[in-house]
């Protein structure tokens, strides 16, 4: 009669049956999970004071919009957590698999195209009112077309994509594409948290 098979043995078997992941797959897993996790976690702290408040007219509306934020933030944390665990129960070997440098390339890329919404489409100079609707820059005895950053802003966005599927996709870029995503996902990420979020409430 054959012996059943301890915990630690059926553990190792599961283990071994998982797919294999490479060192440079490992830490664009870690680094992606704890980008959700550490931006989601500011997302839910900012977002506090609005999912709370009672004290004005308007609060019906901010409670409502922190609680799509909320949501949104503890969807992401949860996909953070559940892909460090994943990771961490994959074995590691130098041949393994490393497609999770896309979710390297998900982050620079997200991190850069909102970073890219917080330029201006339109500007004036000092002294200025701009009208958005005509495109214009006017003053008490003076108008003129407004300056468009239309064409900046394009470019900026295809060429973060270009640099995120060619070289932070790339496993030989890791570690140090690690670092651009993140650095980028947090750049991105927290200034349209202190554009949306912080100021309003200061």
């Known amino acids: 009669m054959r012996p059943e098979p301890d915990a630690g043995d059926r ?23 704890a980008s959700l996790i550490v931006m989601s976690a500011a997302y839910l702290i900012a977002s506090w004071d609005e999912l709370t408040c009672r004290a004005s007219s308007g609060c019906t509306q901010e409670a409502g919009k922190a609680g ?16 460090a665990w994943t990771i961490h129960r994959r074995p590691t070997q130098p041949e393994g698999a490393s ?13 850069a195209w909102v970073a890219v919404t917080r330029i201006p489409s339109l500007t004036c100079p ?21 300056t468009s950053w239309a064409w900046l802003k394009t470019l ?30 947090s750049v991105g990420l927290g200034w349209f948290l202190y554009d949306t979020l912080l100021v309003t409430v200061r």
């Open 11 to 33: 553990s190792a078997s599961r283990r071994r049956a998982l797919v294999e992941i490479s060192p440079e797959g490992r830490l664009a897993g870690y680094t992606t999970a």
């Open 99 to 111: 497609g999770w440098t896309w979710g390297l390339t998900a982050l620079f890329t997200a991190g």
């Open 126 to 146: 000092v002294g200025y009112h701009l009208d958005v609707g005509f495109r214009l820059c006017i003053a008490s005895a003076d108008r003129f077309d407004a």
């Open 68 to 83: 799509l934020v909320w949501f949104t933030a503890l969807l992401a944390a949860s996909s953070g957590i559940v892909i």
């Open 156 to 185: 900026l966005w295809s060429a973060s994509a270009l640099v995120a599927v060619t070289v932070i996709r790339s496993p030989r870029s890791v570690p140090w594409s690690a670092a651009v995503a993140a650095v980028t996902w």
